[in-house]
């Protein structure tokens, strides 16, 4: 059991460059969830997938856009990468999403520098 | 097993009040502590607590952390209807791949 696994694991763009994040899990999780993590915040929500087929926004979606590609894995692209997008990204997942939210289970990470 | 609990899980009361929402935790490798707003389907980022006794402000909000004892606490003052909401608390814990775990929320209502 891998868990969550996450790539790249570390990137370097140039301002306008594209990329895409991938993120996959075994764990046979419905819910998945894209975060960024800046120094001295905690974890933003950018999207998240209560379960296949269905997406939504979080807390800070401008710029990025998601896909849910089957119930393993959670996508995340930038389509025109911003230094203001420089930051850690965590994927994420939890066996559903419920009113109080789920026990989520992260993967390792990708820091993404924009230059 | 991990375990986030908030106390009380609602809460009633009118605009101008002070409330204060608790949060106790168990967890293994305890990484930070998180304070979230869930007003519609997902929750925002308030608080990132790591150190005890260092309080961290924002407006009328404010949240601290005693480590020792493993509890967080989110005060809210002169409250007002737009802080209806409920208020989640989350621990990050874990070795090389972090865990967080969710308490279950106090759902906070202001009445005018």
């Known amino acids: 059991n891998a868990g969550v696994t996450q790539t790249p694991k570390f990137q370097v763009l140039k301002t306008g460059q594209s990329m895409t994040l991938q993120c996959a899990q075994d764990m046979n999780h419905n819910s998945m969830y894209w975060y960024r993590q800046d120094p001295g915040m905690g974890l933003r929500l950018i999207y998240y997938?209560?379960?296949?087929?269905?997406?939504d926004k979080g807390e800070v979606p401008n710029g990025y856009n998601v896909s849910r590609l089957n119930k393993r894995e959670f996508s995340l692209r930038l389509e025109s990468a911003a230094p203001s997008q420089t930051s850690v990204y965590f994927c994420?997942?939890?066996?559903?999403?419920?009113?109080?939210?789920?026990?989520?289970?992260f993967g390792p990470g990708t820091r993404l520098l924009v230059l | 097993e991990d375990k986030v609990v908030q106390s009380p899980l609602s809460l009633v009361v009118h605009e101008g009040d002070t409330v204060t929402l608790n949060c106790s935790y168990e967890?293994?490798?305890?990484?930070?502590l998180l304070w979230y707003k869930q007003e519609k389907k997902a929750p925002t980022f308030l608080f990132m607590l790591?150190?005890?006794?260092i309080e961290k402000k924002s407006g009328r909000l404010s949240s601290i952390l005693d480590k020792k004892e493993l509890f967080s606490i989110l005060n809210i003052t002169a409250t007002q209807t737009g802080d209806s909401a409920i208020y989640l608390c989350?621990?990050?814990?874990?070795?090389?791949?972090?865990?967080?775990?969710f308490g279950k929320g106090t759902l906070l209502t202001v009445n005018p």
């Open positions: 967890v293994t490798n305890f990484r930070s």
């Open positions: 989350a621990v990050v814990s874990g070795g090389s791949n972090y865990k967080l775990t």
């Open positions: 997938s209560a379960s296949e087929g269905t997406t």
């Open positions: 994420a997942s939890s066996e559903a999403v419920r009113t109080g939210w789920e026990t989520q289970y």
């Open positions: 790591t150190s005890s006794g």
